[in-house]
């Protein structure tokens, strides 16, 4: 299902984070929010699982407004896996990934074989079968992560919305997480803090800077020095990775960019 | 990955099954209860007890000479009360853990219960519809509402919700009501100041008759129905606000409804009973080790466990000395007070 983000704006705690961002994620392909700490890529994310609303602009779905939904019917097609871990909640794997049918249910209605498959399939799509009945307390971070997403899986969305999924993993964990998005022709938004896993995962990137998007398109042609340099004020050079090869940005990590002009 | 296995031990891994757990809890009640009506300054066997309670439900006219005056009107409307009050704190208790996803939340420590019992002292005081049961729930109703948002809105102050400062907050404005309250009481200088004191402050059943159930007996059951109906919301929360938003529920109404109804709650109980310390922290938290954070089980366990605790409360402060009654205070905080201990320190260990 594809995404429209129009002339959208965002306040966080009274303050203009996203300012007339426009982009799209056309069905079926992964699409990557990129850009410095505090660009608006959380912000944006958020209003597309209606956790914020916008100030001005809307979200279309399949040319939809969202807010033309009730927050249970676009729940029904927007799933998000947000930065929250939830480390302390006392329920098992199993009851967590379950969670994620919340929007295919009614209040007092028990769990139907509709809502029990999802979840099963979900865990096995991440590769948590096993441990349905453990509790997801007693998981490790890559663990709880997986679990976590196998609960956006089970609410059966026509869209996936993940912000910085690999957040405070392992490389392997990050690698292990990225590899159950890619493929399933799923239409996904997904933030990504590593511009390399966003290069290696992404089918388009757009690069978000000060609540606007500056730069859209394949990584290939938006990762480019000029653009390192302005938007994220690194010296590097893009080369190709020689075992996948995907754009590899290798960074100058001895010198940054000196500022021009104040504002970097 | 010892570590973490003994942690699964530690932390309760194995689960008592909901369905048993409720059995055994409905059991006990019954007993508990059976138990409370039969003991006290005269001690009746259980049989004696059973037999009144069923004469008078058959409507048959009370028998001089028996137990049948202390029964009926004495100790089954107390044991009544008991079990509503410890339902609904054990209700409210889940709730309010829930609406600020913190595990050391509970209405009296919030101060929402002082904020209740100033309330009803106002309106007794100043005669605003004190005279029904009603116009002193409502009251009560009031104060909480406003102590809750205060508190809400002071422990929000800069932004963080930190655990500790919801507490803190709830605390700090908690003992300036109760001051307040104990002003007001000796103020009005009635003849059981000390009594009204104790009643609002730490809380008692020895006000029961069969009239004053009538509003608990409502609003508890109507709670549960309220709460039941938002369990998958509650549970959504779980994960955080945002989670919760992502999974279709409106956070921000869910909010406004838990604030009222588990405002409505402590008014209509503190009416009732005074401020009980403690109740709602520990048995929902109790609840949660043994059958984990669904709420779809957790609110009725809860309430089941509040009303066994309750009871069995209720009949040590009649019986355990010769003399005078305990306020149910003492011996909740008796119990509670340690049970806030081990979840500080293990929520301060783990957020470190």
């Known amino acids: 299902m594809r995404v ?150 089970a609410q059966a969305p026509d869209v996936l919305v993940l912000d910085e999924p690999t957040n405070h993993l392992d490389v392997r964990h990050q690698v292990e997480l990225l590899a159950l998005l890619r493929g399933k022709g799923r239409t996904t938004l997904v933030s990504l803090h590593d511009l390399n896993a966003a290069a290696s995962v992404c089918d388009r990137l757009h690069v978000l800077h000060g609540g606007a998007v500056v730069a859209s398109g394949p990584p290939r042609a938006v990762l480019t020095p000029e653009l390192l340099a302005e938007v994220f004020g690194v010296r590097a050079a893009v080369v190709d990775h020689p075992l996948t090869g995907d754009p590899l940005i290798a960074f100058d990590h001895r010198e940054a960019v000196p500022p021009v002009g104040g504002r970097g | 990955m010892t570590s973490s296995r003994t942690e699964e031990r530690v932390r309760g891994g194995r689960r008592v099954p909901a369905s048993g757990l409720a059995l055994v809890l409905a059991v006990a009640l019954l007993v508990a209860l059976t138990l409370a009506v039969s003991r006290g300054s005269t001690s009746l066997p259980p049989g004696e007890v059973w037999a009144v309670v069923a004469r008078r439900l058959a409507g048959d006219a009370p028998r001089p000479g028996t137990g049948d005056l202390v029964v009926w009107q004495l100790r089954v409307p107390r044991a009544l009360l008991a079990a509503l009050v410890g339902a609904g704190l054990g209700l409210v208790g889940t709730a309010v853990q829930a609406l600020v996803r913190n595990p050391l939340a509970d209405p009296y420590l919030l101060g929402v219960s002082s904020g209740a019992s100033l309330g009803a002292v106002a309106a007794i005081v100043l005669g605003l519809g004190a005279g029904s049961a009603l116009g002193l729930s409502g009251a009560a109703f009031a104060g909480a509402l406003v102590t809750f948002a205060l508190v809400w809105a002071v422990a929000r102050r800069g932004g963080g919700f930190a655990p500790l400062r919801l507490v803190l907050a709830g605390v700090a404005i908690g003992q300036f009501l109760s001051g307040l309250t104990s002003y007001l009481v000796l103020r009005a200088g009635d003849e059981q100041q000390t009594q009204s004191v104790l009643f609002w402050l730490m809380g008692s059943l020895g006000g029961a008759t069969w009239d004053l159930l009538a509003v608990p007996a409502v609003a508890v059951p109507a709670a ?129």
């Open chain 2, 224 to 352: 549960l129905v309220l709460l039941q109906a938002r369990a998958r919301g509650l549970n959504a929360l779980l994960l955080g606000d945002e989670t919760a938003a992502g999974l279709g529920v409106d956070v921000g109404r869910l909010r406004r409804e838990l604030f009222v109804v588990t405002s409505l709650l402590t008014g209509a109980l503190v009416a009732v009973s005074g401020a009980i310390a403690f109740v709602a922290l520990m048995v929902p938290h109790t609840c949660r080790l043994l059958v984990g954070d669904d709420h779809r089980r957790l609110l009725p366990l809860s309430a089941l466990g509040g009303a066994v605790l309750m009871v069995v409360v209720d009949l040590v402060c009649r019986t355990a000395m010769d003399a005078q009654e305990l306020p149910v205070g003492v011996v909740t905080s008796l119990l509670g007070a340690p049970t806030l201990l081990f979840l500080l320190d293990r929520r301060l260990g783990s957020d470190r």
């Open chain 1, 4 to 153: 429209d983000i129009e002339g959208l704006s965002v306040a966080y705690a009274g303050r203009t984070v996203v300012a007339g961002a426009h982009l799209v994620a056309a069905e079926g392909e992964i699409t990557g929010l990129v850009g410095p700490n505090g660009s608006g890529k959380s912000t944006l994310l958020r209003t597309v699982y209606r956790h914020l609303r916008p100030t001005a602009g809307r979200v279309l779905l399949a040319g939809t407004d969202l807010r033309a939904l009730s927050p249970a019917r676009s729940a029904r097609h927007v799933a998000a896996l947000p930065q929250e871990r939830g480390a302390d909640v006392e329920l098992t794997v199993r009851e967590v990934v379950g969670l994620g049918r919340i929007p295919h249910q009614r209040a007092f209605a028990k769990e139907g074989a509709a809502d029990r498959d999802a979840v099963t399939r979900a865990l096995a799509e991440v590769g948590m079968a096993g441990a349905a009945e453990r509790r997801f307390a007693a998981l490790s971070g890559g663990e709880r992560q997986r679990v976590l997403l196998a609960r956006a899986f």
